[in-house]
T-cell receptor, first 111, second 114 residues
Framework: QKEVEQDPGPLSVPEGAIVSLNCTYSNSAFQYFMWYRQYSRKGPELLMYTYSSGNKEDGRFTAQVDKSSKYISLFIRDSQPSDSATYLCAMSGGGSYIPTFGRGTSLIVHP | DAGVTQSPTHLIKTRGQQVTLRCSPISGHKSVSWYQQVLGQGPQFIFQYYEKEERGRGNFPDRFSARQFPNYSSELNVNALLLGDSALYLC?????????????FGPGTRLTVL
């Protein structure tokens, strides 16, 4: 079992939909949780960062962390075609700041 | 301000050859990390350097080596290339060692081994 599990998709939604992206993990020492967006043939771009459990909102993006269930989510409201990309979750903790990445979920928002 | 820059953008090599990839961090950033991203997978950590010293190493063979220069730029070297080394190699910089939330990635170098 990998430390971080993420469904690769693709997830296809119509423009304006609410998108839910998720990751599960097995290492209870993880405390820092990140979401990156990666466009084709580009480097990952940090979208959201949260520490420990709870919610964090930034514009159309909301990140949720449930440490008791070892489950994190990224919600995108009013999705746009420009949101079409691969979304990577990453997490670190337990004395190491090196992030462990999920394999990414491919999101397609069609007009 | 310029972001993280990497060179070259693309590279084609044959098995057994050696390759050097280069990274310039964001101005003021002292830590550089290297990652390998195989198609369809998330980035895998290779090395982290801070103040010219190796501070972390991932589960990669000794064919992989790196160094950081006084100006905080970095090189990743891979010897005796294998077909499986074909991947996108990403460099990320941060101001100080350890702040995962402030790690900024470059566009990557796409290496193809034939």
């Amino acid at each position: 079992q990998k430390e971080v599990e993420q469904d690769p998709g693709p997830l296809s939604v119509p423009e304006g939909a609410i998108v839910s992206l998720n990751c599960t993990y097995s290492n209870s020492a993880f405390q820092y949780f990140m979401w990156y967006r990666q466009y084709s043939r580009k480097g990952p771009e940090l979208l959201m960062y949260t520490y420990s459990s709870g919610n964090k909102e930034d514009g159309r993006f909301t990140a949720q962390v449930d440490k008791s269930s070892k489950y994190i989510s990224l919600f995108i409201r009013d999705s746009q075609p420009s949101d079409s990309a691969t979304y990577l979750c990453a997490m670190s903790g337990g004395g190491s700041y090196i992030p462990t990445f999920g394999r990414g979920t491919s999101l397609i928002v069609h007009p | 301000d310029a972001g993280v820059t990497q060179s070259p953008t693309h590279l084609i090599k044959t098995r057994g050859q050696q390759v050097t990839l280069r990274c310039s961090p964001i101005s003021g950033h002292k830590s550089v990390s290297w990652y390998q991203q195989v198609l369809g997978q998330g980035p895998q950590f290779i090395f982290q350097y801070y103040e010219k010293e190796e501070r972390g190493r991932g589960n990669f063979p000794d064919r992989f080596s790196a160094r950081q220069f006084p100006n905080y730029s970095s090189e990743l070297n891979v010897n005796a290339l294998l077909l499986g080394d074909s991947a996108l190699y990403l460099c990320a910089s941060s101001q100080i060692q350890g702040n995962a939330d402030t790690q900024y990635f470059g566009p990557g170098t796409r290496l193809t081994v034939l």
